[in-house]
């Protein structure tokens, strides 16, 4: 053996301090998996509640009546997904918290670059606006299954339940917006010259 060798220290004083925070934290220290998931949920509230603003906005931009009610009917959704996870919070005993999440901020200005860059009553502004609504609702299913996951693994199965009902429901606003986008959109954008 080498005599430069060093011992694998770094992860031991890791482990120490996990465990000191953890101490710190009183009788009623939660695991810092609970704190994770806790601050993820405040970010996914946070995105909820800006879509239900931006969603409308969405809707009064689109082309066609298709697309304009499935982004209503999301709305709908979205408002109800807000009201799950003030559920959840409550759940977990605490008030409802928002912290901002660039991210969904991020593809929300996408979103309105895109009716900006396209003309009204355009097929092409369908095509771009389809392609904002994906990007936010891959992103929400990806939170949203990340947490159930989470919620699982931390012995929280009433909140991996509720999460779980809305990530099915992200997925089917995905699909539809896939479906409307290839039996009609798609075909009618192609169509369109400058
Ligand atoms: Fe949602």
């Known amino acids: 053996m080498s005599k430069t060798m060093k011992r694998p220290a770094a ?5 120490r301090k996990t465990a000191a925070k953890t101490m ?28 239900t603003k931006a969603l409308p906005k969405m809707a009064k931009a ?5 697309l304009r009610q499935a982004f209503e009917e999301h709305l709908e959704q979205t ?10 919070f409550e759940m977990l005993g605490m008030k409802p918290q928002a912290k901002k999440c660039d991210a969904m901020a991020g593809l929300v200005e996408e979103g309105k670059s895109i009716i900006e860059d396209t003309e009204d009553d355009t097929a092409t502004r369908d ?11 891959h992103y929400e299913i990806a939170t949203y299954g990340g947490l159930a996951q989470l919620a699982k693994t931390l012995g929280l199965n ?6 779980g009902q809305t990530l ?3 997925k089917e606003t995905d699909e539809r917006l896939t479906e409307i986008a290839e039996t009609s959109i798609n075909v009618d954008a192609a169509g369109e010259d400058e």
């Open 168 to 170: 099915s429901e992200e």
């Open 79 to 88: 408002e109800e997904h807000v009201s799950r996870l003030e559920q959840v």
């Open 158 to 163: 009433d909140i991996k339940d509720i999460l």
């Open 11 to 15: 992860k031991k004083t890791s482990a």
């Open 24 to 51: 710190s934290q009183g009788a009623d220290a939660k695991s810092l998996l609970h704190e994770f998931l806790v601050d993820e949920l405040k970010d996914i509230y946070w995105a909820e509640k800006h879509l």
């Open 62 to 66: 689109a082309t066609s009546d298709e």
């Open 127 to 137: 095509v771009g606006l389809i392609l904002a609504a994906q990007k936010v609702e």
